[in-house]
């Protein structure tokens, strides 16, 4: 089923969750592996992502139990001193630590796989050109090649947002410093996961929604974690835009729907472009939306042969998706047949409540064609949250009418993200 006598080469393109996962099952099958990062090893997860910020989330949840718990009335409670640059200095050696542990020690000790530190190109469907980054070119020649170039934080066409030093995702958790007034752009899980943070560290945050917070999912979702944020005094501006931004003396200053605001840090995180402009996908042939490379249910793009997964393609951006995606594709290029199926993904917010979902939402489910019987459980009800004295936030079950058998779940709560396997465990074993 394989070329070159069952040992084909694979170059694969990106060094991040779904990359990693191709390059080491597709080794583990056989396969010889040329592995091509332009950038730092790692990818977004481990770098800039989901690792520095729930360290982040972490810390500053803690700063907040030190200035307010339901307890305090019985345990002392005191503003913590903030020293920033210390957090980021743990922060950032934790990433250090964990890209050589999962990521540059692994590849360096798999006989399989060699790293080329370039920028690759496709010339045709069986070979690529490297622009090494030391100088020189290199041209490989592939049996099958992988692109698992992952996205970045986009820029949104705001007059004037161009031209000042406002801050992504990725600069914000490495901010040395806790902006006094902090505007953030956005109401999706990365906007809100840092808006929360930044706030429980000292800032006065503002979050602008284009229309309200976490619009993709159940209303009611958004509707508590703004709540949430209200009791935090976390400012939530919905149906929001700004018009135009500028930056003098030190300030950023937005034309807003709702007035002039003001700010010492403008926190933009409006979604992701994918990295696939270098690539030359289009003159090979493989089919792009926005960007987004588009695969199939084995992961091959509209090329066969080249295939692709994570935050470049269509795929939803979870770092457990590019690694379950990448770990099929690898199993498809080297002979097997695997295919990704998303039907019982869990999503998870790391803000305080968590949200977490799996399955289908209850408009979702009429919109599939079911007849939906739903259940809402406000925490008022669960034992665990009394004690805890913490009942805000809620369950909702969401089940066919007629057999009972859950098709989806949606949770604000303490520890959502836990809870949420139990129900994925239910779903995917067409539970009732």
Same mark, same amino acid.
């Given at each position: 089923?394989?070329?070159?006598?069952?040992?084909?080469?694979?170059?694969?393109?990106?060094?991040?969750?779904?990359?990693?996962?191709?390059?080491?099952?597709?080794?583990?099958?056989?396969?010889?592996?040329?592995?091509?990062?332009?950038?730092?090893?790692?990818?977004?997860?481990?770098?800039?992502?989901?690792?520095?910020?729930?360290?982040?989330?972490?810390?500053?949840?803690?700063?907040?139990?030190?200035?307010?718990?339901?307890?305090?009335?019985?345990?002392?409670?005191?503003?913590?001193?903030?020293?920033?640059?210390?957090?980021?200095?743990?922060?950032?050696?934790?990433?250090?630590?964990?890209?050589?542990?999962?990521?540059?020690?692994?590849?360096? !000790?798999?006989?399989?796989?060699?790293?080329?530190?370039?920028?690759?190109?496709?010339?045709?469907?069986?070979?690529?050109?490297?622009?090494? !980054?030391?100088?020189?070119?290199?041209?490989?020649?592939?049996?099958?090649?992988?692109?698992?170039?992952?996205?970045?934080?986009?820029?949104?066409?705001?007059?004037?947002?161009?031209?000042?030093?406002?801050?992504?995702?990725?600069?914000?958790?490495?901010?040395?410093?806790?902006?006094?007034?902090?505007?953030?752009?956005?109401?999706?899980?990365? =906007?809100?996961?840092?808006?929360?943070?930044?706030?429980?560290?000292?800032?006065?945050?503002?979050?602008?929604?284009?229309?309200?917070?976490?619009?993709?999912?159940?209303?009611?979702?958004?509707?508590?974690?703004?709540?949430?944020?209200?009791?935090?005094?976390?400012?939530?501006?919905?149906?929001?835009?700004?018009?135009?931004?500028?930056?003098?003396?030190?300030?950023?200053?937005?034309?807003?729907?709702?007035?002039?605001?003001?700010?010492?840090?403008?926190?933009? =995180?409006?979604?992701?472009?994918? !990295?696939?402009?270098?690539?030359?996908?289009?003159?090979?042939?493989?089919?792009?939306?926005?960007?987004?490379?588009?695969?199939?249910?084995?992961?091959?793009?509209?090329?066969?042969?080249?295939?692709?997964?994570?935050?470049?393609?269509?795929?939803?951006?979870?770092?457990?998706? =590019?690694?379950?995606?990448?770990?099929?594709?690898?199993? !498809?290029?080297?002979?097997?047949?695997?295919?990704?199926?998303?039907?019982?993904?869990?999503?998870?917010?790391?803000?305080?409540?968590?949200?977490?979902?799996?399955?289908?939402?209850?408009?979702?489910?009429?919109?599939?064609?079911?007849?939906?019987?739903?259940?809402?459980?406000?925490?008022?009800?669960?034992?665990?949250?009394?004690?805890?004295?913490?009942?805000?936030?809620?369950?909702?079950?969401?089940?066919?009418?007629?057999?009972?058998?859950?098709?989806?779940?949606?949770?604000?709560?303490?520890?959502?993200?836990?809870?949420?396997?139990?129900?994925?465990?239910?779903?995917?074993?067409?539970?009732?």
């Amino acid at each position: 089923m394989m070329s070159q006598a069952d040992n084909p080469h694979i170059a694969v393109i990106g060094s991040g969750g779904a990359a990693m996962a191709a390059a080491l099952k597709a080794a583990e099958n056989g396969a010889r592996i040329t592995l091509i990062e332009r950038g730092t090893l790692g990818g977004t997860c481990v770098n800039i992502g989901c690792v520095p910020s729930k360290i982040m989330i972490r810390a500053a949840h803690i700063a907040h139990q030190r200035r307010h718990s339901p307890f305090d009335a019985g345990l002392s409670a005191q503003k913590p001193v903030v020293d920033r640059p210390a957090l980021v200095a743990q922060q950032q050696a934790r990433v250090a630590e964990l890209r050589n542990a999962k990521y540059q020690s692994i590849l360096q !000790n798999n006989p399989a796989v060699s790293v080329l530190h370039g920028e690759a190109r496709f010339v045709d469907a069986n070979h690529l050109t490297v622009a090494l !980054n030391g100088g020189g070119e290199q041209t490989l020649h592939f049996d099958r090649a992988f692109i698992g170039t992952g996205a970045r934080p986009s820029q949104p066409p705001i007059p004037g947002l161009a031209d000042t030093p406002y801050l992504t995702s990725s600069s914000a958790l490495v901010l040395e410093s806790v902006p006094d007034r902090l505007v953030v752009i956005g109401a999706g899980f990365v =906007a809100l996961e840092l808006a929360q943070a930044f706030a429980r560290l000292g800032s006065q945050v503002t979050v602008l929604a284009r229309s309200r917070l976490l619009s993709r999912e159940d209303p009611a979702i958004g509707e508590a974690v703004e709540a949430a944020f209200q009791r935090e005094g976390i400012e939530v501006l919905n149906q929001a835009q700004a018009s135009r931004v500028d930056y003098g003396h030190g300030e950023f200053v937005l034309e807003t729907s709702a007035g002039v605001l003001r700010a010492d840090q403008l926190l933009v =995180a409006t979604g992701r472009t994918p !990295n696939t402009g270098a690539l030359n996908l289009e003159g090979i042939g493989v089919e792009t939306r926005n960007g987004a490379v588009q695969v199939d249910k084995h992961l091959q793009t509209t090329v066969p042969g080249i295939y692709a997964a994570g935050d470049c393609t269509d795929q939803p951006e979870f770092v457990y998706v =590019a690694a379950a995606g990448g770990n099929r594709a690898a199993i !498809n290029m080297t002979g097997g047949e695997a295919i990704l199926d998303l039907s019982t993904m869990p999503a998870v917010m790391f803000a305080d409540p968590q949200v977490a979902t799996v399955g289908l939402s209850e408009r979702e489910a009429r919109l599939a064609g079911y007849d939906v019987d739903t259940r809402l459980l406000d925490l008022e009800n669960v034992p665990r949250a009394l004690v805890n004295f913490d009942t805000h936030g809620f369950i909702k079950m969401v089940a066919e009418r007629a057999s009972g058998r859950l098709l989806g779940v949606q949770a604000v709560t303490a520890e959502a993200g836990e809870l949420i396997q139990t129900a994925v465990m239910a779903i995917r074993g067409r539970m009732t």
